[in-house]
């Protein structure tokens, strides 16, 4: 008798659709949650555990390949400059969505039920206090264990960047210390690969708990906005990073083919450190060179972050709809500048897009309290934004790799190129 083999991504998929009906049927059942949500948090765990050894190794062996101090410099500076004209159109594009929508508009606050935003406001207070100079500082570690053990990523980065250029520079003396490096990586990408058999029942448990927590009655009366940020990713997502594929030659049909299994699980979990280390092997795997991808994504997860700006951008409009406060295409231009800054700033951050949504509204004279009627659906749309993230990540490891002049699909990508012709 012939087995049915069923691949991952329907694995995870069918988890998802059980997990929202199983949420469904104990909607509002805190025993219900409190039996699914340590499924769901040992999975989140063990991708947390092996992100840091993979991103350090990974980059380590990428920048030491690469052994040249100007072109580390140029991938920064070309990635960079990548993220923030990204995050401008993304920006832009919410922006354009909110005005032609009207999501806010005519909306009853009595109806509308508040959620604490204590902890958001405590973080956004911590975070003002610094400058941009703060900022810039953190990013280098005055202890790379220590922001190991934070998981502070910018730094991790940082520091592998610099120990990979230190193992070229020392030629011959830092072969050995550079095959550890490659052995680690090579061990957590096959831990991953491992850890990715419990992936359907940890999406399983996340979207149960998220759905009996919250429940569709939620999303009614805030379902015009719902829609506004889901409709205006899908547009972001086929048309902008569509053209924007088409300009270096890679379908994003294609794109979302190759990495749908990381889709459904970056939308059920809502974190895109799940996906991390698969995004990185695929784009890999697409044609983007190692130290490219290996440095990209991790960076990106920091600086483009498509689907946050999108929708901090939509849920601004939104609370000023909904207060009746009208802003001038002056006051959303400086909406726009502001989120750039913040969005980068805060890169890093628990809770970054409502954290950022606080700092921004009081530059332009927002009421923060108005955060309060969204956080209830903010786990719903969490999902969306953090999909969004991946799918323009993986499009910038590519598009850096075109624009290096360095990428090279697979040799199977090329028979079937020659086949068509």
């Known amino acids: 008798m ?6 991952l991504a329907s694995q995870i998929f069918i988890g998802l659709v059980l997990g929202i009906i199983v949420g469904g049927i104990f909607y509002g059942s805190e025993t219900a949650q409190s039996v699914l949500q340590p499924f769901g948090d040992l999975f989140i765990r063990l991708i947390k555990m092996i992100v840091v ?3 350090l190794s990974s980059i380590i062996v ?3 390949g690469v052994g040249d101090m100007k072109s580390v410099g140029k991938l920064g500076a070309k990635s960079l400059t990548y993220f923030i004209g990204m995050t401008l159109i993304a920006i832009a594009v919410g922006l354009v969505s909110a005005n032609i929508f009207q999501p806010g508009s005519g909306l009853n606050m009595d109806k509308l039920e508040q959620s604490d935003i204590s902890n958001y406001v405590e973080t956004s207070e911590q975070q003002e206090g610094k400058s941009i100079t703060d900022t810039l500082l953190h990013i280098v570690p005055t202890n790379p264990i220590d922001a190991m053990v934070q998981g502070d990523m910018l730094a991790i980065i940082f520091f592998a960047v ?4 230190g193992i070229a520079a020392i030629g011959e003396k830092g072969k050995p210390v550079l095959r550890v490096f490659e052995g680690v990586a090579s061990a957590m990408f096959y831990v991953t690969n491992l850890f990715m058999k419990y992936a359907p029942i940890g999406v399983f448990a996340l979207i149960g708990v998220t759905i009996s927590k919250y429940g569709f009655s939620s999303l009614l009366p805030l379902g015009k906005l719902a829609l506004t940020v889901y ?13 924007v594929g088409k300009l270096v030659g890679f379908n994003i049909f294609k794109l979302l083919k190759m990495i749908k299994e990381e889709l459904i699980l970056a939308f059920s979990t809502a974190s895109s450190e799940t996906v991390l280390p698969k995004i990185m092997d695929k784009m890999e795997q697409a044609g983007s060179p190692k130290h490219i991808a290996t440095f990209v994504i991790p960076t990106g997860y920091s600086f483009n972050l498509d689907g946050s700006v999108l929708y901090q951008a939509i849920a601004s409009l939104f609370i000023a709809q909904m207060y009746g406060i009208e802003l001038t295409i002056v006051q959303q231009i400086t909406l726009m500048l502001v989120l750039m800054v913040t969005s980068k700033g805060m890169a890093g951050v628990p ?4 954290v950022v949504l606080l ?5 332009i004279g927002l009421p923060a309290e108005g955060l309060a009627f969204i956080a209830g659906i903010d786990r719903i749309l969490d999902m969306g934004r953090t999909a969004v993230n991946v799918v323009g990540n993986s499009l910038a490891a590519i598009v850096v790799a075109k624009w290096e002049g360095q990428f090279s699909p697979s040799e199977e990508e090329n028979i079937q190129k020659q086949q068509a012709s």
């Not at 409709?231 to 053209?243: A, R």
């Open 359 to 363: 700092a921004t509204f009081s530059t």
């Open 62 to 64: 990428a920048i030491a």
């Open 351 to 354: 809770g970054v897009s409502f």
């Open 53 to 55: 050894p993979i991103v």
């Open 231 to 243: 409709g205006t990713m899908i547009f972001f997502v086929i048309v902008v990073l569509g053209l």
């Open 162 to 165: 610099v120990f990979g250029l």
């Open 2 to 7: 012939k087995r049915i083999k069923v691949s």
